[in-house]
Structures are given as structure tokens and as C-alpha cells.
């Protein structure tokens, strides 16, 4: 039997329920990702409780996991209250306090292991996981919970396409991550559930990038891992729509083999090309790369 964690050097990640589990993919991203357009945005002060209807998204537990042993909420974004002012704890007027922190949204977050990785990088940073299986919110409220970073993390259990239209024009972010489904016209496989969050059938890649234009702060950065062949197609679909590749790092596996998966990072304007190589292992299987593990050592309890 699969084991059904995952255990980190600062945080461990459930993965009973998730469709998929951890995998090598989400760890490079939230290792890799530039968290340096993190800037300030407004935040409730120290008095505010985010757990409060008032200055909170509207909040039904129930629909994904019982939140009586949990201090922790999953925000159903399909409720929306014309007397709410704020957006997701983020307090408009004076009664706002201006801090050196972070707005970062990741999507398709699965057991949230990026978004963790993410809140450990950061001092203060505000994320928002966007995750429609009600499995993988299962696992993702619990370890978010459990983590040392339980009041920067808020899991929305609905598709990016509902989080977009709740939150357009409301709410911008300096840093959008992503590990998305990507298999665009591979065979399916017989588990529906693992079909939707492998395949890009649930996500197109278009209608991901338009949400990232819609929710992308002006400085912002959105950053994607994906296979190489995907990557190209994703960078020029993103191009359309005037989201500009600023660093790119190829991943192989070991020397003298093809790229297996690149990372790309897209920002508003165009700027020189940030371009890398990361190769993970020597030409001796499991002997891992100084820069590999230079990488990844904050997270890996085997580096």
C-alpha cells in the first residue's frame, strides 16, 4: 500500500483522498519560482479574525470536510454576499494596515504542497489554493491546517474558470503558480478523476492563461512547469495574449537525455530571456546534482 503521506523538513503532506500525489513536478516549481515580486498589498491588521463571515469569502466547510476538528476554512466560492466589502481577509479602507507581504494564488493545487512550499519561503506572504476535487481539498485542508503556516493558506474548492468570475477585478497577485494538467490528446485513462486532472480537458491551457491575465498584478509573475512539448505550445498561447516569457529553465534527468519538463515564468512586459539547465542526476542513477539539491535541500529530508 501507497504511503499516505509525504514528509518535508518543515511540513508534511497528506495524500489519502488527492487525485494525484506528490510528485517531482510541484516540488521543482516551488522551489524554482522568483518570490521577489512579492511587493506590498493591503492585509487585515492584527485585531481583524479572518474567520469571520464579514472578512472572509463566504465559507461552507460541510461540502468538502468536516471543519469541527479543523482550524482551518475552505472558501465555496459559489456563494457570494452583497453585504461583503472584502476580498478573501484582504479589508478595504481605513481600517487597513499596509505590510511587506505577498498575494500569491496557486492553481490546480492539488495536496498544496507548492502553496507550502511557498508560505515556507515567505515570512508573510497571503495564498490562495485554488483545487476543484473534493478529494484533493480533503488532504489539502488538512495539511495547510497542520502546517506552521495555517493562517497565510486558504483553500477554494472550486475550478479556476468560478474563481475567476467571483474574483475578477477584486483581487490581483504578485506571484501565480502552477502545475496544470497537460496531456492534450493522449488516451485517458479509466479513472475519471485522474482523467480531469491529468488531462487539460478540465483546464485548457487558453482559458488558464486568460485567468491568469485577469488575476495578475501589473508587476506580477504567473510560473508553470510543463512538459517540453506542452511548454511550447503554452508559451505561445501565452503570447497571445500578451504574457511574455522572462526566464525559462530546461529539466533533464541526467546528462546526454532530452529535457523532460521545462519551467517557465511570464510576466506583462517584455524583458531579456532568463534561460537555465537544471539536470538532476549524475550519469549514476539516484546520485543527485549539487545544484539539484542545492535547489531542493530546504524540503527534502534526504538532502
Known amino acids: 500500500m501507497a ?6 523538513k518543515q511540513f508534511t503532506v497528506w495524500q489519502e483522498h488527492a487525485a494525484m500525489r506528490v510528485g517531482t513536478d510541484g516540488v521543482l516549481l516551488g522551489a524554482w519560482c522568483d518570490l521577489s515580486s512579492c511587493v506590498s498589498v493591503v492585509i487585515p491588521d492584527e485585531s481583524t479574525d479572518r474567520r469571520q463571515p464579514e472578512n472572509v469569502c463566504p465559507a461552507d466547510p460541510s461540502q468538502i470536510l468536516d471543519s469541527s476538528n479543523r482550524d482551518q476554512t475552505v472558501w ?10 472584502s476580498v478573501c481577509g484582504a479589508q478595504n479602507g481605513a481600517d487597513a494596515e499596509t505590510k511587506k507581504v505577498g498575494r500569491v494564488l496557486d492553481i490546480g493545487s492539488g495536496t498544496g504542497v507548492i ?9 508573510n506572504a497571503q495564498i490562495d489554493a485554488v483545487e476543484p476535487d473534493s478529494g484533493s481539498c480533503e488532504d489539502a485542508l488538512r495539511n495547510f ?9 486558504h483553500l477554494h474548492g472550486v475550478t479556476l474558470q468560478e474563481y475567476v468570475s467571483c474574483y475578477a477585478e477584486k483581487v490581483q497577485y504578485d506571484l501565480i503558480v502552477s502545475n496544470p494538467p497537460y496531456f492534450v490528446d493522449s488516451l485517458k485513462a479509466p479513472d475519471p478523476v485522474r482523467n480531469a486532472v491529468r488531462h487539460a480537458v478540465s483546464l485548457p491551457f487558453e482559458e488558464l492563461l486568460d485567468g491568469v491575465k485577469t488575476l495578475l498584478a501589473e508587476h506580477g509573475r504567473f510560473a508553470v512547469i510543463l512538459p517540453v512539448t506542452e511548454g511550447v505550445l503554452l508559451e505561445k498561447l501565452a503570447l497571445e495574449r500578451s504574457l511574455h516569457c522572462v ?17 517557465m515564468e511570464f510576466g506583462r512586459k517584455s524583458v531579456p ?7 538532476m542526476e549524475t550519469e549514476r542513477h539516484q546520485e543527485f546534482t549539487e545544484e539539484y539539491r542545492r535547489l531542493t535541500r530546504d524540503f527534502y529530508l534526504k538532502f
Open 3 to 8: 504511503n499516505p503521506y509525504f514528509s518535508f
Open 76 to 85: 465555496d466560492d459559489h456563494v457570494q454576499d452583497e453585504r461583503e466589502k
Open 273 to 279: 530571456l532568463r534561460s537555465g539547465l537544471l539536470i
Open 145 to 153: 491546517a497542520e502546517s506552521p503556516w495555517a493562517d497565510r493558506l
Open 115 to 123: 502553496a507550502l512550499m511557498v508560505a515556507q519561503r515567505t515570512s
Open 247 to 263: 526566464r525559462k529553465c530546461l529539466v533533464q534527468t541526467k546528462p546526454g537525455v532530452p529535457p523532460k519538463r521545462v519551467m
